[in-house]
């Protein structure tokens, strides 16, 4: 397929240049290698404190502070200190992967198996002709910090809503091992693509 051609140049070009989230690299690798299927765009959860300048202005929005990890209590408030327009939300986002699938079937496949690995908000599309797999978990958090540069709430709201949001990414990113096992028995079934690995030896990819 020319479009998963030009999808694994494009993560293998993104993980030479360090622009791939490296807890979820070995899984991208596992996903791409199976034939008929290949990831777009995938994050591995993140938590972090946002400025945006009205509500669902995400284009123009700003982060303080993005992390792949737990965050810490000092981190925030550190970053809450450069804050200065807009409406400030500290955010806690589980893992995502969006999976292009080459017929209805396997889009199915795909589907399910994302629920059945507790991912309970994977849903597929069809987009231009392509079937679009979102694999998605639950754990989503925002909570409200204050407006324009002005923190509204104290340090014991700030640390509670740290340990809450820090609590489900910890949960969310935990699934991740029981869906690198599912897909490592999907890749069974469907079997392996050597166009993966062609390119994979192009770049220099290490596959396990």
């Not at 397929?1 to 030009?6: G, I, N, P, V």
């Not at 965050?71 to 500290?90: C, H, S, V």
């Amino acid at each position: 397929m020319k479009a998963k051609r030009e999808a694994l140049v494009s993560l293998f070009t993104a993980m030479r240049e360090g622009k791939v989230d490296g807890d979820i690299i070995e899984l991208l690798l596992l996903i791409n290698s199976i034939k008929g299927i290949y990831t777009t765009s995938s994050c591995s959860g993140r938590i972090g404190i946002i400025e945006e300048p009205a509500l669902g202005a995400k284009p123009l929005s700003r982060w303080l502070i993005k992390v792949h990890r737990l965050i810490e209590f000092e981190e925030a408030r550190e970053a809450l200190q450069n804050a200065k327009e807009g409406l400030i939300f500290l955010k806690s986002q589980p893992p995502i992967f969006h999976i292009v699938a080459e017929d209805l079937e396997r889009a199915k496949k795909l589907h399910e198996l994302g629920l059945s690995s507790g991912f309970k908000y994977t849903t597929f599309k069809v987009i231009s002709k392509r079937y679009l797999v979102e694999i998605n978990g639950t754990e989503y958090l925002t909570a409200p910090l204050g407006k324009d540069g002005k923190i509204l709430v104290d340090d014991e709201y700030l640390r509670f809503a740290v340990e809450l949001g820090n609590d489900m990414l910890k949960r969310s990113k935990g699934r991740l091992p029981r869906l690198e096992r599912n897909f490592e028995k999907l890749r069974e079934e469907l079997g392996e693509d050597e166009l993966f690995y062609e390119l994979a030896g192009d770049y220099g990819v290490k596959i396990r």
